[in-house]
T-cell receptor, first 114, second 112 residues
Framework: DAGVIQSPRHEVTEMGQEVTLRCKPI?????LFWYRQTMMRGLELLIY????????DSGMPEDRFSAKMPNASFSTLKIQPSEPRDSAVYFC????????????FGPGTRLLVL | SQQGEEDPQALSIQEGENATMNCSYK?????LQWYRQNSGRGLVHLIL?????REKHSGRLRVTLDTSKKSSSLLITASRAADTASYFC????????????FGTGTLLAVQP
């Protein structure tokens, strides 16, 4: 199995630009999670999908962030417009179970907003 | 939602020694999980222990859970340099809270 696939692995952009992060979960997994990791705040859950439906988006920091899951094999996290404080590593994870069971993480996207 | 508090924040040991890290929490849980993160990589699930379990083993890993003290410990026996990583506990409150809450992690350095 290829595991969770994220792209791009690294992204450098300028403040104000739109950023789109992509995730392909493990086939057959019906839960998908987007996390953000920073030194200051640790690992934070941004949004959780189950069967392609957003279940909990209480961690999405503000309206500049949006996430979609149009089908079971693809999800995007979009930041528009981006700001320097959005610089972080963004992880996608998937699970064949409910949200509080074992999760399988992708390698992450390291985002730097200048 | 609560967050697990991990102790110590950093730990340095020699290869072959055992490493113990702890996680404490405040309210009831459905399960508690431990993950490892190597530098620059994603998290890898190590072990899950449910609220009605007291101890689980996986290879060189041993996890205990004391729900009366609201704490868990992860023991890595006969450590290797490859065990150098950050270790996170993650709390699953279950029920309506359909998510894991990750602690701040313990940075383990195993010196060869």
């Amino acid at each position: 199995d290829a595991g969770v696939i994220q792209s791009p692995r690294h992204e450098v952009t300028e403040m104000g630009q739109e950023v789109t992060l992509r995730c392909k979960p493990i086939s057959g997994h019906n839960s998908l999670f987007w996390y953000r990791q920073t030194m200051m705040r640790g690992l934070e859950l941004l949004i959780y999908f189950n069967n392609n439906v957003p279940i909990d988006d209480s961690g999405m920091p503000e309206d500049r962030f949006s996430a979609k899951m149009p089908n079971a094999s693809f999800s995007t996290l979009k930041i528009q417009p981006s700001e320097p404080r959005d610089s972080a590593v963004y992880f996608c994870a998937s699970s064949p179970y409910r949200g509080w069971e074992t999760q399988y993480f992708g390698p992450g996207t390291r985002l730097l907003v200048l | 939602s609560q967050q697990g508090e991990e102790d110590p924040q950093a730990l340095s040991i020699q290869e072959g020694e055992n490493a113990t890290m702890n996680c404490s929490y405040k309210t009831s849980i459905n399960n508690l999980q431990w993950y490892r993160q190597n530098s620059g990589r994603g998290l890898v699930h190590l072990i899950l222990i449910r609220s009605n379990e007291r101890e689980k083993h996986s290879g060189r890993l041993r996890v205990t859970l004391d729900t009366s003290k609201k704490s868990s410990s992860l023991l890595i026996t006969a450590s290797r340099a490859a065990d150098t990583a950050s270790y996170f506990c993650a709390l699953a409150e279950g029920g309506a809270t359909n998510k894991l809450i990750f602690g701040t992690g313990t940075l383990l350095a195993v010196q060869p």
